[in-house]
């Protein structure tokens, strides 16, 4: 076995002292590991937040970037352009 796999492991197991695993309280979040875990237990809370910020951000680019955009004229075969 891979002593860093084993090491990996090892830091994501929850300490009885801390409640947390070592790797949680170091990044704030869980990490993925060779054990297959559900999707959702990876996610945080601070995650989804940033998630949210970002989509807003992007709609407010799209709403200023589509206030001087215009549809461009239909080409025709043999059109100079």
Known sequence: MNPFLALLE????PSEQLSQ?????LMGRKTRTTLQIAAPLLDTHSASSARIALQQVK???THYYNCTAR??????RGQRV
Do not use: D, G, T, Y
């Not at 695993?21 to 309280?25: K, R, T």
């Not at 549809?71 to 025709?76: E, G």
């Open 21 to 25: 695993a070592p790797v949680e309280l």
């Open 71 to 76: 549809q461009q004229p239909i080409l025709q």
């Open 10 to 13: 090892w830091r994501n197991c």
């Open 59 to 61: 709609n407010k680019q």
